[in-house]
């Protein structure tokens, strides 16, 4: 099983709409949780962290499900400027060790 | 606040050259990683130093690939010989130690091997 795990899209939406992000990990002994934004040719860029009781920062919430070892986001009234690739990054196991991104989440709005 | 700088920001040279990547973190951040990202793998850590000190170097490809942290300030990742599998674009990212610590990105070199 791949250490983080998400579905790589695309995922095709209209201005607008809401859309979520599903991630799953494989240690359970993980404790820090990021989403990150990555634009075509860019560099990966903090979009939020994911605390255990859920987050939220405008229009985007994200959710930690200790128990199942998943990760969300949820990006309301989409924009354009949204479409972007979407990882889920999580830490190798307890403590200070090295983050693992996943792959990354395709998202296109459309107007 | 000046955030990761990395250079150069291309490179395109020919099989069997040497290549040096450079990065300076963050002022203040004393974890540095070195990360290649393709199409097909994605975002791979290659090694990471905390206090100028390499950590984990297992994803470090092949004995081709060598990186050094000399001080707080700089660090360098070199190629030698280069091969046309190796292109791909080579991200630094620094970060503080410590739990709940998100990285920070360089603006990565996109490195072509001909």
């Known amino acids: 099983r791949k250490e983080v795990e998400q579905d790589p899209g695309p995922f095709n939406v209209p201005e607008g709409a809401t859309v979520a992000f599903n991630c799953t990990y494989s240690n359970s002994a993980s404790q820090s949780f990021f989403w990150y934004r990555q634009d075509c040719r860019k560099e990966p860029k903090l979009l939020m962290s994911v605390y255990s009781s859920g987050n939220e920062d405008g229009r985007f919430t994200a959710q930690l499900n200790r128990a199942s070892q998943y990760i969300s986001l949820l990006i309301r009234d989409s924009k354009l400027s949204d479409s972007a690739t979407y990882l889920c990054v999580v830490n190798r196991g307890s403590g200070n060790t090295p983050l693992v991104f996943g792959k990354g989440t395709r998202l296109s709005v459309i107007a | 606040d000046a955030g990761v700088i990395q250079s150069p920001r291309h490179e395109v040279t020919e099989m069997g050259q040497e290549v040096t990547l450079r990065c300076k973190p963050i002022s203040g951040h004393n974890s540095l990683f070195w990360y290649r990202q393709t199409m097909m793998r994605g975002l791979e850590l290659l090694i990471y130093?905390?206090?100028?000190?390499?950590?984990?170097d297992s994803g470090m490809p092949e004995d081709r690939f060598s990186a050094k942290m000399p001080n707080a300030s700089f660090s360098t990742l070199k190629i030698q010989p280069s091969e046309p599998r190796d292109s791909a674009v080579y991200f630094c990212?620094?970060?503080?130690?410590?739990?709940?610590?998100?990285?920070?990105f360089g603006d990565g070199t996109r490195l072509s091997i001909l």
């Open positions: 130093f905390n206090n100028n000190v390499p950590i984990d």
């Open positions: 990212a620094s970060t503080r130690t410590g739990l709940n610590q998100p990285q920070h």
